[in-house]
C-alpha cells in the first residue's frame, strides 16, 4: 500500500507499503508531485520490503526548483548507487535533485532505491529475535543526540509526522526493533519544533541534520 499524507490515497498490493510526503513551494513543484502521485502503483510493485515492513519517502521542493528526497528503508540496502547513506543512521538514505532533473528522473530514482535489495546478514539478531526475549536498552545523550538531529516535528506540530520516535533509535543504534524496548528519563528530549517531550512512541517527522544541542 502507498500512502500520499497529502490525500490519503492508497493502493494496496501485497501488504507492502510506502508512505510518501510530498512539499511543493511552487507550480513546478506541484507537478512533479502529481507525477510522483501517478506512480504509486509502480513503486508499488517495485517495493522491496518483505511482508510486514514498510519503507517511507520524503520530498520536499527547495529553493530555485531543487528537490531532496529521504528514503527510509527497514534496514540497509544492497546497492545504494546514486543515494549517499546519512551518517551513522542505518536504512536512511538522501539524494538531491538539481533544477535540471525532471519528474521522471526524479520518479526513476525513487523506483532504484524503493526497490534496492536489503541487506539479510542479520542471523545474530534473528536468533536474538527467536528467543522471544526482549532487551530494555537505556538510551544515553550522544544515542538521543544522534536520534535528535533527524527529528524536524512532533504529532503535536506536524501533520506529516508519522513516525515512532522509537523507530527513528533502532536505525541510530542498529538494534532489532522485534527484540528492543527503548528506556530515557521522561523529559529528557523535546521536538525541536515545538518543544513537547518525546517519548519513544511518540510519532515524529523525519528531517535530516536538525540539531541544536543548545537546550536538548
Known amino acids: 500500500m502507498i500512502r500520499l499524507n497529502k490525500d490519503a490515497s492508497e493502493v494496496h498490493n501485497g501488504g507492502k507499503v510506502v508512505r510518501i510526503s510530498l512539499r511543493a513551494l511552487s507550480v513546478y513543484g506541484k507537478k512533479v508531485a502529481s507525477t510522483i502521485r501517478a506512480s504509486e502503483p509502480d513503486l508499488n510493485q517495485r517495493c522491496s520490503c518483505p511482508p510486514g515492513e514498510s519503507c517511507s519517502v520524503e520530498i520536499t521542493e527547495l529553493p530555485g526548483r531543487r528537490f531532496e528526497a529521504i528514503v527510509i528503508r527497514p534496514r540497509p540496502v544492497a546497492d545504494t548507487q546514486e543515494w549517499a547513506t546519512i551518517s551513522a543512521v542505518s536504512g536512511i538514505y538522501?539524494?538531491?535533485?538539481?533544477?535540471?532533473?525532471?519528474?521522471?528522473?526524479?520518479?526513476?530514482?525513487?523506483?532504484?532505491?524503493?526497490?534496492?535489495?536489503?541487506?539479510?546478514?542479520?542471523?545474530?539478531?534473528?536468533?536474538?529475535?527467536?528467543?522471544?526475549?526482549?532487551?530494555?536498552?537505556l538510551v544515553d545523550r550522544e544515542t538521543l543526540v544522534q536520534?535528535?538531529?533527524?527529528?524536524?516535528?512532533?504529532?503535536?506540530?506536524?501533520?506529516?509526522?508519522?513516525?515512532?520516535?522509537?523507530?527513528?533509535?533502532?536505525?541510530?543504534?542498529?538494534?532489532?526493533?522485534?527484540?528492543?524496548?527503548?528506556?530515557?528519563?521522561?523529559?529528557?528530549?523535546?521536538?525541536?519544533?515545538?518543544?513537547?517531550?518525546?517519548?519513544?512512541?511518540?510519532?515524529?517527522?523525519?528531517?535530516?541534520?536538525?540539531?541544536?544541542?543548545?537546550?536538548?
Not at 542471523?123 to 536498552?137: C, F, I, K, P, R
Not at 536520534?147 to 515512532?164: E, H, N, T
Open 94 to 137: 538522501r539524494c538531491l535533485f538539481d533544477k535540471r532533473a525532471t519528474a521522471q528522473r526524479i520518479r526513476d530514482a525513487l523506483a532504484t532505491i524503493v526497490g534496492a535489495t536489503l541487506n539479510e546478514d542479520k542471523t545474530s539478531d534473528q536468533g536474538s529475535a527467536s528467543s522471544g526475549v526482549l532487551e530494555l536498552v
Open 147 to 216: 536520534a535528535r538531529k533527524l527529528v524536524f516535528g512532533c504529532q503535536a506540530c506536524s501533520p506529516d509526522a508519522g513516525i515512532p520516535f522509537d523507530s527513528i533509535l533502532d536505525r541510530v543504534t542498529g538494534r532489532d526493533p522485534a527484540v528492543t524496548q527503548y528506556v530515557f528519563g521522561e523529559g529528557t528530549i523535546k521536538c525541536p519544533r515545538c518543544r513537547t517531550h518525546l517519548s519513544e512512541s511518540t510519532l515524529v517527522e523525519f528531517e535530516p541534520a536538525r540539531f541544536d544541542d543548545s537546550d536538548f
